[in-house]
């Protein structure tokens, strides 16, 4: 199993970004997927989950509204599409596959004027 992200950068409150998770090594489309964020000294804490088939999605109260996570089957990737970005919004962001629980290496967001 392996989870590569990408995506991440230093972008300015208010700005977007587009996060990446390329997944192998397991059947991709039979699990449900989650992103989840660490701030320096904070515990990890869960962003947005969508299932398998992409057809349910649930999302952290403090992204509600701002953050969308979509999935492609057919590539093997699932996203999370980050608008309105705020400076605690800044973390290492992870992806996951669960079940047993795999983990990407993470991408650093950084949200700063």
């Known amino acids: 199993v392996q989870l590569v992200e990408s995506g991440g950068g230093l972008v300015q409150p208010g700005g977007s970004l587009r996060l990446s998770c390329a997944a192998s090594?397991?059947?991709?489309?039979?699990?449900?997927m989650s992103w989840y964020r660490q701030a320096p000294g904070k515990e990890r804490e869960l962003v947005a989950t969508i299932t398998s088939t992409g057809g349910s999605t649930h999302y952290a109260d403090s992204v509600k509204g701002r953050f969308t996570i979509s999935r492609d089957n057919a590539k093997n990737t699932v996203y999370l599409q980050m608008n309105s970005l705020k400076a605690e919004d800044t973390a290492v962001y992870y992806c996951q596959r669960p079940y047993p629980a795999y983990w990407g290496q993470g991408t650093q967001v950084t949200v700063s004027s």
């Open positions: 090594g397991f059947t991709f489309s039979d699990y449900t």
